[in-house]
């Protein structure tokens, strides 16, 4: 593989001294890009483009072609291993992700496979592969995977959720079986993230999407044992260096110190949770990920400029913080404005490294 050229971001994440502040973007590659719906549409629908190495390959790297970013992150889907467990999942116009086969009894946790991710998902380890070739050591690639109880909830309520009626049911009725399908899930996304290291990815990242939907205690027993399971199980160190693991729970603040002793190398903070204080809350266990609210880019560059500023010197002097938003970059922000946020972050951060 070809050398890194800018591996700020892989420093970063390890608590290494940087030059400035490295920069990404959850949902980089994604629907606020015209040259994104352009290649969607040639794939004819969205499971077509992540299965389609070639153009999943072209949507990872498009964002890198208008915005000096620090890291590309692979482009699938979440819910790619409970497709591989045999769920069916297709996208319904209008309303995100669906399941033609729900998961609500112990007969259907038992029949469900722990899926082989290099054969049953051997299209996003090729996408992996493809990318990397692609970028030729410009950035690191990023490999990730939805959170055990993110993927649950998906499962069991056959898509997204507002109340969590059904999962939350099974969680306090029959906790056994929920149990049994989080540890089939945190088997397969080891697994899978382990495979994707295998191919190519220099860091991965674990999406607790709605770890913030639970209770204290729950939270703990039902997420953060499996993402901890997990992270112990992961390959730390490939192709001579070390691949730094991101946990990133949504809504999570609350819980930052117990995060922390979960065996990640940074957590990711969503904008509700001030950086300066969850870096004085972990001191220097971990790297910090985030936090601009993604509705800044609707401002004026020098409202973004402004907000940016705010929480780099929350943050502070020092390394071990990744610049990025508190959560995906929404489909309506105009393409031009994340451009004054990444310059932005480089530009102002280099004070802070000295």
């Known amino acids: ?18 030059d400035c502040t490295p920069v990404w973007m959850m949902r980089q590659a994604g629907r606020y890009l015209p040259e994104y719906r352009a290649t969607r549409a040639q794939a004819g629908d969205f499971l077509s483009l992540c299965k389609n190495k070639e153009l999943a390959c072209e949507v990872t790297i498009q964002p890198l072609e208008r915005y000096d970013l620090d890291a590309a992150i692979l482009f699938s889907d979440i819910l790619t291993i409970p497709d591989a467990m045999g769920l069916g999942l297709y996208f319904a116009e209008g309303e995100g992700p669906r399941f033609k ?19 049953d998902l051997d299209y996003v380890m090729n996408a992996v592969k493809e990318i990397r070739r692609e970028l030729n050591g410009r950035v690191p690639l990023i490999g990730f995977s939805g959170s055990p109880w993110t993927l649950a909830t998906y499962m069991v309520e056959g898509g997204s959720s507002k ?7 099974m969680m306090y009725a029959t906790p056994e079986v929920l149990h ?16 994707q290291i295998r191919s190519g990815a220099q860091a991965v990242q674990i999406f607790d999407t709605w770890g913030g939907a639970l209770s204290g205690p729950m939270y703990r027993e039902f997420s953060l044992k499996y993402m901890q399971q997990i992270v112990s199980g992961l390959i730390r160190e490939h192709d001579g ?14 819980w930052l110190e117990s995060i922390a002793e979960a065996g990640a190398d940074a957590l990711g903070l969503d904008w509700t949770t001030d950086i300066g204080n969850a870096r004085a809350r972990v001191g220097d266990k971990v790297a910090l990920q ?7 880019l609707y401002a004026p560059e020098s409202r973004i400029r402004e907000e940016v500023e705010l929480i780099l010197s929350s943050y502070g002097s020092g390394p071990g913080h990744v610049f990025n938003l508190g959560h995906g970059i929404h489909q309506f922000v105009d393409p031009a404005q994340p451009k004054f946020f990444v310059d932005a972050v480089h530009e102002l951060s280099a004070k802070y490294h000295g």
């Open 180 to 195: 049994e399908l989080l540890r089939k899930l945190a088997l397969s996304v080891t697994d899978y993230l382990n495979e």
């Open 1 to 18: 593989m070809a050398e890194l050229k800018n591996d700020r971001f892989l420093r970063a994440l390890l608590r290494e001294p940087v």
């Open 163 to 169: 109340d969590f009626r059904h999962i939350k049911k």
């Open 101 to 119: 086969k729900v998961v609500r009894t112990e007969q259907d946790v038992a029949d469900l496979p722990v899926p082989d991710s290099a054969s």
């Open 290 to 296: 985030g936090n601009m609210d993604p509705s800044v």
């Open 241 to 254: 260096r070390k691949v730094p693991v991101i946990m990133f729970t949504k809504n999570g603040g609350q």
